[in-house]
């Protein structure tokens, strides 16, 4: 038998890549390689990469200088693959600026990694000879990918991304998805709870659904009836070992009624969204054609609010757009300040080429842009701490994922994905835990477990009845 070969991936960006990394991993492992956790001692290495701001960007190059010139020290070769939006993006360009890539991947044609592989291998030395795959083929990637060994999945741990929608229709003007990732289309309702039920059968509890435009989610289901996004998340909740659902990333303006309603009805739906609004100023949002304005956002929140009483919201806000007055910077900060959100990314506009807003009148200087972001991230981080402060005594449901830092430590996620920090043995990762929260720092919280799944005989009279019928539900 020949040796394994030695597999480095690296992902930068969004969740999708984390997921199609991970898929880039199963497809490889069914031909000789086996995962290594550095760059240096790999046969194979796949930076999969994002596109979405300049700084994203411009790490992949960095990232290529660096293995160079650890190869060069190391008087050793490496098969380099540059793969996800920046491959789509830039195809050809990388092999000009960055010589030590044999391949190049785009974020729909990985599935075809084997044989572009060995196309790499058979060219050898020859690197002038780059093998660069950016087509949008008409075949379903999905189709092809294998799915993961138990093994990999016991190893990934007991939560899950799993990809239901790609791509992006919407064309906002600062945006590359829409180029890098193509037109949006939805998997199929079977495929989708087929690989849920292999994550559960292997030990995952908790699945995100994930997509750039997640909640214009509009696949077929076996009986060819359309099903929408609520439909998809009661079904996955009904899977076996399945405890948690969450989903992202979504547009408000598909967040329609039906799954409003899902968010009241069930309890697996975990209270957590993340919503991303980009401006407060509705001049700004139609220049970013996001297709709502201030006014269906606040309508919505409070419709959620009124749906899930407990639920928090995260979103993510742009500062700098071109045009941007201090007013409409203005009209952001009250829109946060009138919603209060648990959590929050915001970025300086990053003008990306090819896009609408790239040519458009009054770019915003960097030192406008810069004074913004330090005033929107520090009223973010306030109600973000807030909002941590306020969970203190509270009782919550926790996903215990893995080891802490300490022996004899968990760290587990409340259902607003706060790191939770508790007193376990490693037996319990992959249980639920009824935690009183006791502290609450900056990066986690933590508490005492009163109850749940593995601790049920273990807590006596303090364990809650109504948890033990959830459990057992
Ligand atoms: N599909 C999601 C987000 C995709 S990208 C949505 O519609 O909200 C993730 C975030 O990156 C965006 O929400 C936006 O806040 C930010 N972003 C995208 N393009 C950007 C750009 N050109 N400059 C700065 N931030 C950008
Ligand atoms: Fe980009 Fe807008 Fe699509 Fe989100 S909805 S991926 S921001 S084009
Ligand atoms: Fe980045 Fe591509 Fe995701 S540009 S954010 S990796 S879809």
Known sequence: MTEPRKLYVRSFGCQMNVYDAQRMTDTLAGHGYVETDTADD????????????????????????????????????????????????????????????????????????PELIAQAEARGSNRRAGIVETEFPVEDKFDFL??????????????????????????????????????????????????????????????????????????????????????LVRRVAQIPGIARVRYTTSHPRDMDDDLIAAHRDMPALMPYLHLPVQSGSNRILAAMNRRHDRELFFAIVEKVRAARPDIAFSSDFIVGFPGETDEDFADTMDLVEKVGFAGAFSFKYSSRPGTPA????????????????????????????????????????????????????????????????????????????????????????????????????????????????????
Do not use: W
């Not at 491959?87 to 960055?98: H, S, V, W």
């Not at 007991?158 to 180029?179: M, N, R």
């Not at 030192?367 to 972001?373: E, G, T």
């Not at 502290?439 to 477990?449: A, N, R, Y």
């Open 42 to 113: 790999a046969d194979l290495v796949i930076l999969n990469t994002c596109h979405i701001r300049e700084k994203a960007a411009e790490k992949v190059y960095s990232e290529l200088g660096r293995l160079r010139k650890s190869q060069e020290e190391a008087g050793r070769r490496q098969m380099v693959a540059v793969a996800g939006c920046v491959a789509q993006a830039e195809g050809a360009e990388i092999l000009k600026r960055a010589r030590s890539v044999d391949l190049v991947v785009g974020p729909q044609s990985y599935h075809k990694l």
């Open 358 to 473: 790239a040519s458009m009148d009054g770019q915003v200087p960097e030192d406008v842009k810069s004074a913004r972001i330090h005033a929107l991230q520090a009223l973010l981080d306030r109600q973000k701490a807030a909002f941590d402060a306020a969970c203190r005594g509270r009782r919550f449901e926790i996903l215990l994922e893995k080891p802490g830092r300490f022996p004899g430590q968990l760290i587990g996620r409340s259902p607003y994905l706060q790191s939770v920090v508790v007193e376990a043995p490693v037996e319990a990762i992959g249980t639920l835990a009824l935690v009183d929260v006791r502290e609450v720092s900056t990066k986690s919280l933590s508490g005492d477990i009163i109850g749940g799944e593995f601790f049920a005989g273990n807590v006596g009279e303090k364990r809650s009845a109504r948890q033990s019928e959830k459990v057992e539900a």
């Open 146 to 231: 294998p799915p993961p060994s138990r093994a990999a999945i016991a190893k990934r741990g007991p939560t899950a991304f799993v990809t239901v929608q790609e791509g992006c229709d919407k064309f906002c003007t600062f945006c590359v998805v829409p180029y890098t990732r193509g037109a949006e289309v939805s998997r199929p309702v079977a495929r989708i709870l087929d690989e849920v039920i292999r994550l559960a059968d292997g030990g995952v509890r908790e699945v995100t659904l994930i997509g750039q435009n997640v909640n214009g989610y509009h696949g077929v289901d076996a009986g060819g009836r359309d099903v929408g996004l609520a439909e």
